[in-house]
């Protein structure tokens, strides 16, 4: 039986919901629909992709029964709400990152869709990227020994402009849940177990969001992390993952295609290539259509997710930053 050319949906026009679009293009393929708060814009992205369908209103999204799968690209502060009414309505749901603001909102969604025997995934471009399968794949096979220790530096330099989502708390701003959630997924994928004992300290910016941040994370088994954001301080983003038998080099890791393995004993560098970074979303788009299609949800990593956002939540509530009408 040959595959259902599934219709996809997008939620949002902004940065991702173009590269979305130009990556189902790549494989001769149109978006079905698309929705945005103002219909303007969302017109003006169909004529630009050739998408067929404009929606008056966002509920008339969910309510389409032709929409197999939306793609939900607004602010996350938005996205419970949304990801609740797609749900019910019976979609598909690969949601951008961070999927919601804390483990409360992910866990009541986690239900739903298992309720409505449904795909959630968060589109965490670390979980698709081909570099990453054959890291996982090579430390699996013990060509590099035992993960020890993870140092992860991510860190952008935005302008104090206190009404852009960086740094607006009513956008549930700051360095956690717009850049930390990658650095975290990293050291996640390349643990054993999940972190339980963490350690940080943050400062908060003249509005209150979380501008910087360090963590150290350990695990039962031992593996080590340690962390570092910044929202007005310019970092590389930089993962070295240090195993028994040498340490992993990546740079640009939340779309990298390369990595280096510096070997311990000898000094002798093997450079690894997988993949293209220009492809990051057709990585993902592909990864999703596979778990609609076969049942076979394991490469979307939602339990990963739900580890990341419970140690997000986690933080923020030691550090008592709470968004604004948020309930953990």
């Given at each position: ?74 602010p ?38 298992a309720e ?54 009513s956008?549930a ?33 003249p ?50 295609d ?18 293209d970074?220009t ?11 596979h ?12 339990d ?22 948020e309930?953990?």
């Open positions: 039986m040959s595959e259902k050319n599934l219709n996809w949906a997008v939620l949002g026009v902004g940065v991702i919901a173009n590269e979305m679009a130009q990556a189902l293009r790549k494989q001769g393929k149109n978006l079905y629909a698309v929705a945005n708060r103002t219909h303007a814009k969302a017109v003006d992205f169909a004529e630009k992709y050739s998408v067929p369908k404009v929606y008056d209103a966002i509920d008339d999204m969910f309510a389409d029964e032709a929409v197999d799968v939306i793609y939900l690209t607004t996350h502060n938005t996205h419970y709400p949304f990801m609740r009414r797609a749900l019910e309505s019976g979609k598909h749901l690969l949601v951008e990152k961070s999927i919601t603001l804390n483990s409360r909102e992910l866990d009541d969604m986690i239900a739903l869709a409505k025997n449904l795909v959630l995934a968060e589109a965490m471009t670390i979980w698709h990227m081909p570099l990453y399968k054959t890291l996982w794949q090579r430390i699996a096979a013990g060509d590099f020994g035992k993960v020890q220790i993870m140092t992860l530096n991510f860190g952008s330099f935005k302008e104090y402009d206190m009404r852009n989502r960086f740094f607006n708390m956008l701003g700051g360095a956690l849940l717009d850049i930390g959630v990658y650095a975290l997924s990293i050291v996640r994928s390349f643990m054993t177990e999940t972190p339980t004992e963490i350690l940080s300290q943050w400062r908060p910016s509005t209150g969001s979380d501008e910087f941040a360090t963590m150290l994370l350990k695990n039962p088994r031992g593996q080590m992390a340690t962390v570092a954001l910044s929202m007005h301080s310019k970092q590389p983003k930089r993962a070295v993952i240090s195993c028994e038998r040498g340490y992993i080099e990546i740079v640009e890791y939340p779309r990298a390369k990595a280096v393995f510096v070997d311990a004993a000898t000094g002798s560098v093997e450079k690894i290539f997988a993949g970074k492809d990051a979303l057709l990585y993902e788009l592909n990864d999703m259509e778990a609609i299609q076969s049942g076979d949800v394991a490469a979307m990593k939602l990963q997710s739900k580890d990341v956002m419970d140690i997000m939540t986690r933080l923020r509530k030691a550090w008592n930053l709470r968004y604004p009408n309930i953990w």
